[in-house]
C-alpha cells in the first residue's frame, strides 16, 4: 500500500496535518488555562487587599478595640458569593471567618502564598491564598478562598472537546487529503496509461496536457518532446534503412547480374569476362564507398567517432584536395581557380580532408562541360564555387539530408572519388559541426552554386 505515491503523500499529508492541530490545540488549551487560572489569582489578591486594607481602617478609627474584634467586624462586611475568608492568628487559632467554612478550611489549606486545596467532605475544590498582616501590632494570616468548581469543569469540557475534534479532524483531513491528492495525480494515471500504449507503430501520439501552466503540464510537454524527438528519430532511422536499401540493392544487382552473364554462358571469350570483372570491380569499389559512409554515419550516431584535434593548416589541405580531384575535372573539361592564404585551424586532419573532397566532388559532379570551380581559403572561410544548374530554393536545405540528390541520373552515371549515394553533403555537415564549423550553400543563382565553410575564429 506505501509503495504508492498517493499513498505516502496522504500519510505525510496527514501526519503534517496532525502535528499543527495537536500543536495548535494543546497552545489554545494551555493559554486558556493560564488566563483563566491568572484571572482567578488575580480576584484572590485583588480580595485580599480590600480586606486587608478594611481592617486597617478600623485600626485607623482609633477605637481602642481589641485586633481579633477589628477583625471579626471587618469580616461581617465582606460577604461575596464567590469568595470565602479566613483569618487565624500565627499560632494557628481560628480568628474570624465567613462561615463555618473558616476552621475546615484553614485546616485543610496552609499554602504558603497561593495554593488549591479541597475542603470538606466532598473535597471541593478551591484556590486559596495565604497573607500574612498586622493588627495592632498582631500579626495574622488572612486565607482568602475562591471555589474552581466550575473552572474545572469547563477545562474537562475542553479536554473531552479537543481528544474528540482531534481525531475526527484527522479523519476528515486524511479523507480530503487522499481525494484531493487522488485528483491532482489523476493527469499522472491518464498521461501513464497513454504512454503505456505508445509503441514504434504510433509514436505520433501525444500525452494529454491539461494545464500547460502547472508542474503536470510542463511534464506532459517534457515527454512529449521527448516523442517528438523518438519519432523523428524512427523517422530518420526507417528513411535511412530504406534508402540505404534502394541504395545497395542497384550496385549488388549489378554484380549479380554479371556474375550471372559469366558463369551460365559457356562460350564467352576473354574480354568478355574481361568487361564483366571490370563491372564487378566498379561497382564493389562503390558498395565500398556506401558502406563507408553508411559506417562513418553510424559513428556519428552513436557518438562513437574517434576525434583527434590538432594544429593544421586548412590551405595546406585544400591545395592537396584540389591535386587529387584534378584528374576527374579534366576528363569533364572543367578548370579550378584556386586562391589560398595562410589558415590555421584545430581539428582533425583526415575528417577535413574528407569534407573537402565530397565538396569538391560535388563541383565536379554537377557542373557543366568546360565550366569551372574557383577555391577561395581566407579570413578562415572556404568557399568553393561552380557553374552548373542551379539548386531550387525547397531544396537548398534538402540537400544536406542522407541520401538526397537533386539529380539522381547523373549522380550515378558520373564518374565520382565518393559513393554518389547522397550522403557527401550530410557528411560533409557532419564533419563541420564536429569542429565547431559551419556548412552552408550560400548561393544558387545566374548558374553558380556556391558553398562556403566557416571556421570559429
Same mark, same amino acid.
Given at each position: 500500500?506505501?509503495?504508492?505515491?498517493?499513498?505516502?503523500?496522504?500519510?505525510? !499529508?496527514?501526519l503534517?496535518?496532525?502535528f499543527?492541530?495537536?500543536?495548535?490545540?494543546?497552545?489554545?488549551?494551555?493559554?486558556?488555562? !493560564?488566563a483563566?487560572?491568572?484571572?482567578?489569582?488575580?480576584?484572590?489578591?485583588?480580595?485580599a487587599?480590600?480586606f486587608i486594607?478594611?481592617?486597617?481602617?478600623?485600626?485607623?478609627?482609633?477605637r481602642?478595640?481589641?485586633?481579633?474584634?477589628?477583625?471579626?467586624?471587618?469580616?461581617?462586611?465582606?460577604?461575596f458569593?464567590?469568595?470565602?475568608?479566613?483569618?487565624?492568628?500565627t499560632?494557628?487559632?481560628?480568628?474570624?471567618?465567613?462561615?463555618?467554612?473558616?476552621?475546615? =478550611?484553614?485546616?485543610?489549606?496552609?499554602p504558603?502564598?497561593y495554593?488549591?486545596?479541597?475542603?470538606?467532605?466532598?473535597?471541593?475544590?478551591?484556590?486559596?491564598?495565604?497573607?500574612?498582616f498586622?493588627?495592632?501590632? &498582631?500579626?495574622? !494570616?488572612?486565607?482568602?478562598?475562591?471555589?474552581?468548581?466550575?473552572?474545572?469543569?469547563?477545562?474537562?469540557k $475542553?479536554?473531552?472537546?479537543?481528544?474528540?475534534?482531534?481525531?475526527?479532524?484527522?479523519?476528515?483531513?486524511? $479523507?480530503?487529503?487522499?481525494?484531493?491528492?487522488?485528483?491532482?495525480?489523476?493527469?499522472?494515471r491518464e498521461?501513464?496509461?497513454?504512454?503505456?500504449?505508445?509503441?514504434?507503430?504510433?509514436?505520433? #501520439?501525444?500525452?494529454?496536457?491539461?494545464?500547460?501552466?502547472?508542474?503536470?503540464g510542463d511534464?506532459? &510537454?517534457?515527454?512529449?518532446g521527448?516523442?517528438?524527438?523518438?519519432?523523428?528519430a524512427?523517422? &530518420?532511422?526507417?528513411?535511412?534503412? =530504406?534508402?540505404?536499401?534502394? #541504395?545497395?540493392?542497384?550496385?549488388?544487382?549489378?554484380?549479380?547480374?554479371?556474375?550471372?552473364?559469366a558463369?551460365?554462358?559457356? @562460350?564467352?571469350q576473354?574480354?568478355?569476362?574481361?568487361?564483366?570483372?571490370?563491372?564487378?570491380?566498379?561497382?564493389?569499389?562503390?558498395?565500398?564507398?556506401?558502406?563507408?559512409?553508411?559506417?562513418?554515419?553510424?559513428?556519428?550516431?552513436?557518438?562513437?567517432?574517434?576525434?583527434?584535434?590538432?594544429?593544421? !593548416?586548412v590551405?595546406?589541405?585544400?591545395?592537396?584536395?584540389?591535386?587529387?580531384?584534378?584528374?576527374?575535372?579534366?576528363?569533364? @573539361?572543367?578548370?579550378i581557380?584556386?586562391?589560398?592564404?595562410?589558415?590555421?585551424?584545430?581539428?582533425?586532419?583526415?575528417?577535413?580532408?574528407?569534407?573537402?573532397?565530397?565538396?569538391?566532388?560535388?563541383?565536379?559532379?554537377?557542373? &557543366?562541360?568546360?565550366?569551372?570551380?574557383?577555391?577561395?581559403?581566407?579570413?578562415?572561410?572556404?568557399?568553393i564555387?561552380?557553374?552548373?544548374?542551379?539548386?531550387?530554393?525547397?531544396?537548398?536545405?534538402?540537400?544536406?539530408?542522407?541520401?538526397?540528390? =537533386?539529380?539522381?541520373?547523373?549522380?550515378?552515371e558520373?564518374?565520382?572519388s565518393?559513393?554518389?549515394?547522397?550522403?557527401? $553533403?550530410?557528411?560533409?555537415?557532419?564533419?563541420?559541426?564536429?569542429?565547431? =564549423?559551419?556548412?552552408?550553400?550560400?548561393?544558387?543563382?545566374?548558374g553558380?552554386?556556391?558553398?562556403?565553410?566557416?571556421?570559429?575564429?
Amino acid at each position: 500500500m506505501f509503495n504508492s505515491i498517493r499513498a505516502k503523500l496522504t500519510l505525510w !499529508y496527514t501526519l503534517v496535518f496532525a502535528f499543527v492541530i495537536v500543536a495548535l490545540t494543546a497552545l489554545m488549551y494551555f493559554s486558556f488555562v !493560564y488566563a483563566v487560572r491568572a484571572d482567578t489569582d488575580n480576584g484572590l489578591s485583588e480580595m485580599a487587599n480590600d480586606f486587608i486594607a478594611a481592617a486597617k481602617s478600623e485600626e485607623d478609627e482609633g477605637r481602642k478595640l481589641h485586633p481579633e474584634k477589628d477583625i471579626s467586624e471587618t469580616m461581617d462586611s465582606f460577604r461575596f458569593r464567590d469568595y470565602q475568608f479566613a483569618v487565624s492568628s500565627t499560632a494557628g487559632k481560628n480568628v474570624a471567618g465567613t462561615s463555618e467554612f473558616a476552621p475546615p =478550611a484553614i485546616e485543610a489549606c496552609n499554602p504558603s502564598g497561593y495554593g488549591d486545596c479541597g475542603v470538606g467532605d466532598n473535597s471541593e475544590p478551591f484556590r486559596v491564598l495565604r497573607r500574612s498582616f498586622s493588627q495592632s501590632g &498582631q500579626e495574622f !494570616y488572612l486565607y482568602t478562598f475562591r471555589p474552581v468548581s466550575d473552572r474545572l469543569e469547563l477545562e474537562s469540557k $475542553l479536554r473531552i472537546t479537543a481528544f474528540l475534534s482531534i481525531p475526527i479532524g484527522l479523519l476528515l483531513s486524511g $479523507l480530503g487529503g487522499f481525494f484531493l491528492i487522488r485528483r491532482s495525480l489523476a493527469p499522472i494515471r491518464e498521461m501513464s496509461s497513454q504512454a503505456s500504449g505508445i509503441t514504434s507503430r504510433n509514436l505520433h #501520439e501525444r500525452l494529454p496536457v491539461a494545464n500547460p501552466n502547472d508542474e503536470l503540464g510542463d511534464l506532459a &510537454q517534457v515527454f512529449n518532446g521527448l516523442l517528438d524527438r523518438l519519432d523523428k528519430a524512427f523517422e &530518420q532511422q526507417r528513411r535511412f534503412m =530504406a534508402d540505404a536499401s534502394h #541504395e545497395l540493392r542497384t550496385p549488388l544487382a549489378i554484380v549479380r547480374g554479371e556474375s550471372e552473364v559469366a558463369l551460365f554462358k559457356d @562460350d564467352r571469350q576473354a574480354k568478355d569476362y574481361k568487361e564483366s570483372l571490370d563491372i564487378v570491380h566498379e561497382e564493389s569499389i562503390r558498395l565500398t564507398r556506401i558502406v563507408d559512409d553508411l559506417f562513418t554515419l553510424a559513428r556519428a550516431d552513436s557518438g562513437n567517432f574517434s576525434f583527434v584535434r590538432q594544429p593544421i !593548416y586548412v590551405d595546406e589541405i585544400v591545395n592537396e584536395c584540389v591535386r587529387s580531384i584534378r584528374t576527374l575535372a579534366e576528363k569533364r @573539361d572543367v578548370s579550378i581557380d584556386l586562391s589560398t592564404e595562410e589558415t590555421s585551424v584545430s581539428g582533425d586532419e583526415s575528417l577535413l580532408r574528407r569534407m573537402f573532397l565530397n565538396l569538391l566532388d560535388n563541383a565536379v559532379k554537377y557542373n &557543366q562541360e568546360g565550366g569551372r570551380i574557383s577555391v577561395d581559403v581566407r579570413d578562415r572561410h572556404v568557399t568553393i564555387s561552380n557553374t552548373g544548374p542551379e539548386i531550387a530554393p525547397d531544396q537548398r536545405e534538402a540537400i544536406f539530408e542522407r541520401f538526397f540528390r =537533386a539529380n539522381v541520373a547523373r549522380s550515378r552515371e558520373a564518374e565520382s572519388s565518393t559513393s554518389g549515394a547522397g550522403l557527401g $553533403l550530410s557528411i560533409s555537415r557532419w564533419i563541420a559541426e564536429l569542429h565547431g =564549423a559551419s556548412l552552408n550553400l550560400t548561393k544558387s543563382e545566374h548558374g553558380e552554386n556556391t558553398f562556403t565553410v566557416r571556421f570559429p575564429r
